[in-house]
């Protein structure tokens, strides 16, 4: 089993910046992917952006040039700086991380950010 365990979440303005964490435990060693996604109201989960185990990156459009995933496999987090938010960047943002051998997923709770003046 896999824990994650996300934080950073908020209101900030839009034009400004978070960084969201998500802390892994438990069973790490088999986990390769991880990713961000995130859900609002009324719409589907959507991948926002995607790290794996060497280190390459994929981005959703509508995010690329402003957010960056990044990984610290030593401290087993995935983070991700969010810059120039925009309204609708609005959330709930959700990390994931696949299972080697079968891409099972793991979930985390979740953490709502809200951009609004």
């Known amino acids: 089993q896999v824990q994650l365990v996300e934080s950073g979440g908020g209101l900030v303005q839009p034009g400004g910046s978070l960084r969201l964490s998500c802390a892994a435990s438990?069973?790490?060693?088999?986990?390769?992917?991880m990713g961000w996604y995130r859900q609002a109201p009324g719409k589907q989960r959507e991948l926002v952006a995607a790290i794996r185990s060497d280190g390459s990156t994929a981005y959703a459009d509508s995010v690329k040039g402003r957010f960056t995933i990044s990984r610290d496999n030593a401290k087993n987090t995935v983070y991700l700086q969010m810059n120039s938010l925009k309204p609708e960047d609005t959330a709930a943002y959700y990390c994931?991380?696949?299972?080697?051998?079968?891409?099972?997923?793991?979930w985390g709770q979740g953490t709502q950010v809200t951009v609004s003046s």
């Open positions: 438990g069973s790490i060693f088999s986990i390769n992917d």
């Open positions: 994931n991380a696949n299972r080697a051998r079968d891409g099972y997923g793991y």
